[in-house]
C-alpha cells in the first residue's frame, strides 16, 4: 500500500508537471530574485566556529511568500484533480483571500514542528504530520486556523503512521532529485546567481511532491473524493 501510494504520487506529479510548473516557477523567480537583491536568506558558516549569516529581510519575505505559494498550489491541486486545472491569477487569488489565516496556520504549525525538533527528528516529523491537512482547510474550506489544525489532528488519527512513512519517502525522493538537478546544473552554468535561479525553477517544481502527498492523503479522506475550491 505505501508503495502504490508512493508511485501514484509521482505518477500524478509526472502527468501534471505543466500546471503544476505554472504554479510553482513564479514563486520560485520571487524567492529568487529576493535573495539576488537583499542577499541570501541565509549562509552556512565555511569554517567551524564561524557565525552563520543571514539577510533578515530577505528571510522575512520569503517566510512570508512561502503560505500564498503553497495556498495556491493546493488551490491548483484541487483544479486538477476536478480535471480544470487552472491559470496562475486563478489558483493566487484564493489563497490571497484566505492569507492571514493561512499565513497563522503555517506559523502555527512552524511552532509545533519547532518543539518536535527539540525532541530529534522523528517527533517533528510525526507533528507536521498530524497538523499537515490545515493548510488545506483554511485555503479550500475557509475554515480558521485553530479550527483547521484540531481538525487536522483529528483526521490524521487513523492513517497517521502510513502518512507519515509516505511524506518521509516522498522528502528524501525530493532531495535526491533536486540534489542531482542542482549538482548538474552547477556543473554547467558557471555563473553561481544564473545556476542558482536555473536551479530553483526545477527544484520548486519537485518540492511540489510533498504537498502532492499530503493533498492526496487529504481527498482520500473526504467523503465525496477531492473537494473544490471557492
Not at 506529479?13 to 541565509?42: D, K, N
Not at 499565513?103 to 518543539?115: C, Q, R
Amino acid at each position: 500500500m505505501i508503495g502504490h501510494r508512493f508511485r501514484e504520487i509521482l505518477l500524478f506529479w509526472w502527468r501534471h508537471l505543466g500546471p503544476l510548473f505554472l504554479v510553482t516557477a513564479p514563486f520560485a523567480l520571487i524567492t529568487e530574485a529576493t535573495q539576488w537583491i537583499f542577499g541570501p536568506s541565509f549562509v552556512l558558516p565555511e569554517t567551524e566556529g564561524a557565525a552563520l549569516q543571514f539577510s533578515g529581510i530577505s528571510l522575512a519575505i520569503i517566510l512570508l511568500v512561502r503560505p500564498l505559494a503553497e495556498g495556491a498550489l493546493y488551490v491548483q491541486l484541487s483544479a486538477i484533480s476536478n480535471g480544470k486545472p487552472r491559470g496562475l491569477l486563478a489558483c493566487t487569488a484564493p489563497a490571497l483571500l484566505v492569507y492571514p489565516p493561512l499565513l497563522l496556520s503555517y506559523a502555527l504549525m512552524a511552532i509545533g514542528v519547532s518543539l518536535g525538533w527539540m525532541a530529534l527528528f522523528f517527533p517533528a516529523a510525526w507533528v507536521y504530520t498530524r497538523l499537515c491537512y490545515a493548510p488545506l482547510l483554511v485555503a479550500l474550506k475557509q475554515q480558521n486556523p485553530i479550527a483547521a489544525l484540531r481538525q487536522s489532528f483529528q483526521m490524521t488519527q487513523s492513517q497517521q503512521w502510513p502518512l507519515l512513512l509516505v511524506l518521509v519517502l516522498v522528502f528524501l525522493a525530493y532531495l535526491m532529485m533536486s540534489s542531482l538537478v542542482a549538482s548538474a546544473i552547477l556543473g554547467v552554468v558557471s555563473h553561481t546567481t544564473a545556476a542558482s535561479l536555473l536551479a530553483a525553477l526545477p527544484v520548486s517544481l519537485m518540492s511540489a511532491l510533498v504537498n502532492i502527498a499530503v493533498f492526496r492523503y487529504w481527498s482520500l479522506s473526504q467523503p465525496s473524493g477531492p473537494s473544490g475550491t471557492a
